[in-house]
């Protein structure tokens, strides 16, 4: 026996489990109370394979990213009632609004808590080293995102050295909910290793990157000790995880040129440090020369004045001396004549011309009366003439 509902009905769930068997997809669907976990209804659902594909060609393959587990969805269903395999539902259509709306809902719920936990600037609050050359990848070794960061890390044109630790993590659904922040509580072992963390993805849909909007992944971004860079191929719309990042940035291509542009910016840095330090030490150089020469101009003029100084000094001096010279001649010519004048007036004649009388005896001048004796001869020369005389008697 058979029981249908006479057309099909809306319905809101939660997707517990999804399985696909030959393009078929078996679904268990449950409500949960506001505010917890308990489930209180829950029904099984299938969608066939021509459902599935009549599903797709209406709603696009957006609908593929709004069949997971755990996310909410308003489904278009018809009810099917079976002796043998009881109750279910045969999903024909799907409300992609209800689910996004869904997501944006829970997106602000997380976004409050994040606040209220002052998660959301701490990790931009860690220094960025100058140099970025350790740093850990939290990937899928399977995707796209992966193999273009490795590519332009590896190939770029400066030949920067990088030292990329790889921690591989699903980056899509619950799982990646689960992995990513295994992976950062991992890195943050070894936090003094890293110069930064970086998260990549390729590129997808809103619904893809709904993961990087989890509480859990943006939470452990926020606690990280390390810088965290996130390229998860947004084309427009960011994540929450994009938000408490450190730095957000469009693709894992443009992680790694940043990384590259980063390391480039300090070598031209240091280049510059260079030529500023060669300027300045021509500079130096070139005034150094510049105060030695007039040091050395000044010590010239100085010697030279010096030296004409000396050299007028000298002059004076010769002059001088020759001055001297010529006065001390005079005054010695002077004093010879003086004593010629002397010696002149010292000679007998002379003294006699003055009235003096010489009395030799015995060819003698006479100086002392004890010299003669009675019966001596003396002669007396004066001026005119002279005399003989006798000694009669001495005493």
């Not at 066939?48 to 593929?64: E, V």
């Not at 689910?99 to 994040?114: A, D, M, S």
């Not at 060669?278 to 105060?291: G, P, T, W, Y």
Request: proline content about 2%; overall charge neutral; glycine content about 6%.
């Amino acid at each position: 026996m058979q029981l249908n509902f006479g057309s099909p009905v809306w319905v809101n769930a939660e997707i517990l489990q999804l399985k696909e068997s030959r393009g078929h997809y078996f679904l268990e669907l449950v409500e949960k109370e506001e505010n917890t976990d308990q489930i209180i209804a829950q029904a099984s659902a299938i969608i066939w394979n021509k459902s599935f594909k009549n599903i797709i060609k209406k709603r696009g393959k957006a609908a593929l990213e709004i069949l997971k587990e755990g996310r909410r969805v308003r489904m278009l269903v018809k009810v099917e009632f079976n002796e043998r395999y009881g109750f279910r539902l045969m999903p024909e259509d799907l409300d992609l609004n209800f689910t996004l709306g869904q997501l944006e809902l829970q997106r602000q719920e997380v976004w409050k808590k994040l606040v209220a936990e002052e998660l959301t600037d701490k990790n931009k609050a860690w220094p960025l080293p100058i140099v970025l050359q350790n740093v850990a990848v939290i990937s899928s070794a399977t995707a796209a995102g992966w193999s273009d960061f490795q590519a332009q890390v590896k190939n770029n044109i400066h030949q920067y050295s990088f030292n990329i630790d790889f921690y591989p993590a699903h980056v899509q659904g619950k799982q990646a909910e689960r992995d990513i922040p295994l992976q950062l509580q991992e890195i943050e072992k070894l936090a003094t290793k890293y110069d930064a963390v970086i998260i990549t993805r390729g590129g997808g849909s809103k619904l893809d990157l709904s993961a990087f909007d989890s509480y859990e992944i943006c939470k452990y971004i926020g606690l990280s000790s390390l810088p965290v860079l996130i390229g998860v191929g947004h084309e427009i719309d960011q994540s929450l995880a994009d938000l408490v990042a450190h730095t957000s940035l469009k693709t894992p291509t443009a992680v790694a040129e940043f990384l590259i542009q980063r390391n480039q910016a300090y070598e031209e840095y240091l280049f510059y440090l260079w030529d500023k330090i060669l300027n300045i030490n021509r500079s130096s150089i070139h005034e150094n020369k510049q105060l030695l020469q007039i040091v050395k101009d000044k010590i010239s003029h100085t010697i030279q004045n010096d030296l004409n100084r000396k050299e007028l000094m000298l002059k004076y001096m010769k002059s001088e001396i020759g001055n001297l010279g010529r006065h001390q001649l005079e005054r010695e010519e002077n004093n010879i004549l003086h004593i010629q004048n002397i010696i002149e007036n010292m000679r007998p004649e002379n003294i006699l011309k003055r009235g003096y009388s010489l009395t030799y005896h015995k060819g003698k001048v006479l100086s002392k009366n004890s010299d003669i004796k009675e019966g001596d001869v003396l002669k007396t020369l004066y001026d005119g003439g002279e005399t003989q005389s006798k000694i009669i008697k001495n005493g």
